[in-house]
């Protein structure tokens, strides 16, 4: 995957000031079943279903077969809830998709998906050209510019509230999508399948618990403090990790931390990424040979690993979605033992 697909998602994740980092916890107002005034009504497998958006009302007259999507993060919400959407984003720009969505792929029969260019944005002719039955953008941040031009093609199922782009958490933009779908059961399947796969990690790991850490990004223009105190519990949290005290001095307003302060980084554990590869303020080599940085207990200790960026896992924890847990916590967990045990 080329380092422009591998910076897209975590752009918009780790550079957005409201992203929610939580993989099992809620940030955000939960779209469940409403009253009369708003949100959504059904989702219990019957039709029509009425769901209130940022648009105004969208009305799913007949249980979608033929779903459209426009973002990677609604993709995966259609492959969780077993179905192959009939055109989606090439957000790989033609390179090979995640491994883990690659497996719900091949569990839904292998079908290689059908992708449209969205260099320039969301294709609204190639999306009707599929005559899709519904199109999912609950993960998006163009359905501004988007609604009016896909809600003639077919109903738009979206979020309720625009600041909510930014503050649902997957689990809730899984559920709204499923309502829309007559699919809640699945959802709810999905939901408690991923949280079990995180649990399970945790159990088998319990020198994770009450580990301190620090979670760090280098970004083009500073390295980021990314475990900040306001930061939503993410993975490793749920793991059994803590942040560190010192997490209260940052947020997301405040969290670069110059090369003469990299004593900030101090933890239990230390984990960095570099999602942005030779473009970064510097490079992993350049970073690991800072003589200030070698000096850190952390990394004389050997408490220090690099997740991936390269694999999608860095994006995957910085951008969680409906398929990704299971597969996060296989790659992560050895990762965060090696660090734990100082090896």
């Not at 039709?47 to 009302?57: D, E, K």
């Not at 690659?102 to 569990?107: P, Y």
């Not at 930014?166 to 499923?178: G, V």
């Not at 010192?246 to 554990?269: F, Q, T």
Request: hydrophobic residues 40%; negative net charge.
């Amino acid at each position: 995957m080329s380092s422009s697909v591998r910076r897209r998602p975590l752009v918009a994740a780790l550079l957005a000031s409201a992203t929610c980092l939580g993989l099992l916890t809620a940030c955000g107002e939960e779209p469940g079943p409403k009253s009369s005034d708003g949100g959504a009504s059904a989702g219990d497998g019957s039709f029509p279903v009425s769901l209130t958006t940022a648009w105004g009302r969208t009305e799913v007259a007949e249980k979608p077969v033929r779903v459209a999507t426009v973002s990677d993060g609604d993709t995966a919400i259609a492959l969780a809830l077993g179905l192959v959407p009939v055109i989606t984003p090439d957000v790989e720009d033609g390179d090979e998709v995640a491994e883990y969505k690659q497996r719900a792929i091949d569990g839904l029969g292998g079908k290689k998906l059908t992708t449209y260019d969205d260099t320039d944005g969301t294709d609204y002719e190639a999306i009707a050209a599929e005559e899709p039955d519904v199109i999912l953008g609950m993960n998006t941040w163009d359905m501004d510019t988007d609604h009016a031009k896909l809600s003639p093609i077919a109903p738009v199922v979206t979020f309720a509230d625009k600041k909510q782009a930014d503050t649902l958490t997957w689990q809730e933009r899984l559920k709204t999508a499923a309502k829309a779908l007559g699919l809640t059961e699945r959802a709810d399947a999905v939901i408690a399948a991923n949280e079990k796969a995180v649990t399970d990690a945790a159990a088998a790991h319990p020198e994770f618990e009450g580990r301190t850490y620090t979670y760090s990004v280098v970004h083009p223009e500073q390295i980021t403090y990314m475990s900040y105190a306001d930061q939503d519990p993410g993975v490793f949290e749920a793991l059994g990790l803590r942040k560190h005290p010192r997490a209260k001095d940052y947020s997301a307003e405040k969290n670069g931390v110059s090369l003469e302060n990299l004593d900030e980084l101090e933890s239990d554990v230390l984990l960095m990424t570099y999602p942005f590869g030779d473009e970064g303020l510097l490079s992993a080599s350049e970073l690991e040979s800072n003589k200030l940085f070698q000096s850190l207990d952390v990394v004389r200790k050997k408490h220090f690993a690099v997740v991936p960026s390269d694999n999608t896992l860095a994006s995957a924890i910085a951008y969680p979605d409906a398929l990704s847990a299971p597969w996060v916590v296989e790659n992560l967990t050895p990762i965060l033992a090696k660090a734990v045990a100082g090896k």
